[in-house]
T-cell receptor
Framework: NAGVMQNPRHLVRRRGQEARLRCSPM?????VYWYRQLPEEGLKFMVY????????ESGMPKERFSAEFPKEGPSILRIQQVVRGDSAAYFC?????????????FGPGTRLTVL | AQTVTQSQPEMSVQEAETVTLSCTYD???????LFWYKQPPSRQMILVIR??????QNATENRFSVNFQKAAKSFSLKISDSQLGDAAMYFC????????????FGKGTLLTVNP
């Protein structure tokens, strides 16, 4: 059973460009979470999604950030018009249905660098 | 809001010795989960150990054990017989019980293992 997969592992963008980060949850997992890790910090919750539904996006910046988890395909975290402050590691985690998210399995992360 | 505090930014230990990493948390909930995650240089987040608040018995996983003091809201991680591969950043994390799914992380403790 493959783990949580994220791609790309490294992404470089210039200010003003768009960044798209992809996350494929573990097989059988229908809950996806995105976290952001700024340098020298712990991970901070951004958004929680189930298939075709955003359950909680209280940790998402109000502008430029969006997330989706379509019926088919990976979850996408999209950052429009990136700025230097968006440089961070973005982690995706998944959990199976019914466990209340008490065990989340993390992907390897995508490191975004904004030039 | 729940908070997690790791007061030791860095710790070091000699190979084969024992080290304890500290974590305190603040919550008004009675039902919750606590976790220790390891983040090696690869940046992959790896679950080390988990504790349910309703269980009085401290969790253990091989060389890793916790000292869970619910009244003091303390959750320390003890690593016995330290190995070079234990060198990593260690994060303490908290999650409410029930349907709440957000993990709240501390800022981490960087553990160095000296040969």
């Amino acid at each position: 059973n493959a783990g949580v997969m994220q791609n790309p592992r490294h992404l470089v963008r210039r200010r003003g460009q768009e960044a798209r980060l992809r996350c494929s949850p573990m097989k059988g997992h229908s809950h996806v979470y995105w976290y952001r890790q700024l340098p020298e910090e712990g991970l901070k919750f951004m958004v929680y999604l189930q298939k075709e539904n955003i359950i909680d996006e209280s940790g998402m910046p109000k502008e430029r950030f969006s997330a989706e988890f379509p019926k088919e395909g990976p979850s996408i975290l999209r950052i429009q018009q990136v700025v230097r402050g968006d440089s961070a590691a973005y982690f995706c985690a998944s959990s199976p249905p019914g466990l209340g998210g008490d065990e989340q399995f993390f992907g390897p992360g995508t490191r975004l660098t904004v030039l | 809001a729940q908070t997690v505090t790791q007061s030791q930014p860095e710790m070091s230990v000699q190979e084969a010795e024992t080290v304890t990493l500290s974590c305190t948390y603040d919550t008004s909930e009675s039902d919750y989960y606590l976790f220790w995650y390891k983040q090696p240089p690869s940046r992959q987040m790896i679950l080390v150990i988990r504790q349910e608040a309703y269980k009085q018995q401290n969790a253990t996983e091989n060389r890793f054990s916790v000292n869970f003091q619910k009244a003091a809201k303390s959750f320390s991680l003890k690593i016995s017989d330290s190995q070079l591969g234990d060198a990593a950043m260690y994060f303490c994390a908290y999650k409410d019980g029930g349907s709440n799914y957000k993990l709240t992380f501390g800022k981490g403790t960087l553990l160095t293992v000296n040969p």
